[in-house]
């Protein structure tokens, strides 16, 4: 992987694409201008995702070769892509080279290093914000699979289905960081062993009172929210510094 700013550049070597076969994909053709096309991938075949013909109404079938065509898939539950050109090889088949680098499709502020660290967290939803106490929570022990300045994706042993907040410790000790944040979840989804993958987004001191419901300000204690916009900037930057050969 490589990192030009804030973007990611990841090497198809590194992406199991068996893992797409019988699901959905979306594509952006130059044929179809202005309209996202979603279809199957059928199977993988010499580097070729082999496509179903009848998604997207048939639209699939209908694809001129030779064209560019941008796909899009989730990879580790992040929106990704890649640019290439649509190849029909005989009547009744219609394919797609895999490229040799994909990138994410959502501008980050900040690079997710491929970091795992153990985590010790406990979560809940808006519903019972207004009723807990951090010592009656149940804590859980888990890991992460990356972390940026902004937040992390963790993997959960059992599917999170409504909870919406964490607090969070992670253990980065090379780096200076509080011992427990608040955490917002900020999208989910079901692993293929049952678990959940969950996107995290740390809150800093400035974003809590119109990012957090009041009941929850109020009932954690306050040292949970000293992790402030200065100290995430400088999350960012050292993450940067000891982990970007990671990326490479």
Same mark, same amino acid.
């Given at each position: 992987m490589t990192a030009e700013s804030d973007n990611v550049i990841i090497s198809?070597? +590194?992406?199991?694409?068996?893992?797409?076969?019988?699901?959905?994909?979306?594509?952006?053709?130059?044929?179809?201008?202005?309209?996202?096309?979603? +279809?199957?991938?059928m199977a993988i075949t010499d580097g070729?995702?082999?496509?179903?013909?009848?998604?997207?109404a048939g639209r699939i079938d209908q694809l001129i070769a030779n064209q560019n065509i941008e796909v899009l898939f989730d990879y580790k539950g992040e929106p990704v892509g890649f640019t290439s050109k649509v190849i029909i090889?005989?009547?009744?088949? =219609?394919?797609?080279? *895999?490229?040799?680098?994909?990138?994410?499709?959502?501008?980050?502020?900040? *690079?997710?290093?491929?970091?795992?660290?153990?985590?010790?967290? +406990?979560?809940?939803?808006?519903?019972? =914000?207004?009723y807990f106490r951090l010592s009656k929570l149940k804590w859980m022990e888990t890991s +992460?699979?990356?972390?940026?300045?902004?937040?992390?994706?963790?993997?959960?042993? =059992?599917?999170?289905?409504?909870?919406?907040?964490?607090?969070?410790? *992670?253990?980065?000790?090379?780096?200076?960081?509080?011992?427990?944040?608040?955490?917002?979840?900020?999208?989910?989804?079901?692993?293929d062993d049952n678990s959940s993958l969950v996107g995290v987004e740390f809150m800093v001191k400035e974003d809590c009172p119109h990012k957090l419901p009041r009941n929850l300000i109020k009932n954690l204690p306050a040292k949970l929210f000293d992790f402030d916009d200065q100290m995430r900037l400088e999350l960012a930057s050292i993450l940067t510094e000891k982990f970007r050969d990671q990326l490479e």
């Open positions: 198809s070597r +590194t992406i199991d694409y068996s893992k797409l076969v019988g699901r959905e994909i979306q594509l952006k053709t130059e044929q179809f201008a202005g309209r996202f096309l979603s +279809t199957k991938v070729n995702l082999i496509l179903d013909r009848s998604g997207s090889p005989r009547p009744g088949r =219609v394919q797609i080279p *895999i490229a040799e680098e994909v990138s994410p499709r959502v501008r980050r502020r900040y *690079i997710r290093f491929p970091i795992a660290r153990a985590v010790k967290l +406990t979560f809940f939803d808006d519903t019972n =914000v207004g +992460t699979m990356n972390v940026s300045g902004g937040g992390a994706l963790v993997k959960i042993p =059992v599917y999170l289905s409504r909870d919406d907040y964490m607090v969070i410790n *992670i253990d980065m000790e090379e780096i200076n960081m509080p011992s427990l944040l608040v955490a917002r979840v900020r999208h989910k989804r079901r692993s």
